[in-house]
């Protein structure tokens, strides 16, 4: 079996044109003719509406502010990210020796590009129907619940009150740097205790690469009490 072989048995579903779902696998650090950025811009709107119909359907009490906040949960480069690696996809991405070296198949960011492009080349190609039906079985066995307590934990708060009861001290963030043209500028963050680094992560915004920075420094805080 090989490689588009094993993605598709994950998925549920097999392509009729191989040359669309290597487009979608392909990186642009590649060098090839293609790459997957244009499948990307198409999939992102896929999955918007996908999901946004899937909170609507499943929260028939909720009101519009608490299905924005979960969406906006789901549909972000971690959400994405996340559904990407239920399916290995990592494995199976087009890169360039350089970005393989640079643990290009574990980068959030470049999982969830890859993920668009994936459902934006199932939609071209089986339509909204077959996309829907492959993204809501992964959300559904990713995902155990879906609500607006468990997708939406501020981490930022809760490093906030387990420093502030272990330590006596609150943390302090550090902007470290950003890369990337305005408009897919990465950001790269630290946060410290006591002035010493704790951990660091990297985000499309500052906010939520505090909030992933946060995340890997509470994993790290409650690991060390055990």
Known sequence: MDKIQALEEKLGYRFRDRKLIVEALTHKSYKKPYNNERLEFLGDAVLDLIVGEFLFHKFPDSDEGVLSKIRASLVNESGF????????????????????????????????????????????????????????????????????????????????????????????????????????????????????TIATAKGHSKKSAQQKAAEIALKKLKETKR
Do not use: M
């Open 81 to 196: 990210a996340t559904l990407a690696r239920a399916i290995d996809l990592g494995r199976y991405i087009y890169l360039s020796p350089a970005e393989e070296n640079n643990n290009g198949r574990q980068k959030p960011s470049l999982l969830s590009n890859a993920f668009e492009a994936v459902i934006g080349a199932i939609y071209l190609e089986a339509g909204l129907e077959t996309s829907r039906d492959i993204v809501v079985r992964l959300l559904d066995s990713t995902y155990p619940v879906i609500d607006l307590d468990t997708l939406c934990r501020d981490y930022k708060t809760a490093l906030q009150e387990l420093t502030q009861a272990s330590h006596g001290v609150t943390p302090d963030y550090q902007l470290l740097g950003s890369r990337g043209p305005d408009h897919r500028k990465e950001f790269e963050v630290a946060v410290l205790l006591g002035g010493e």
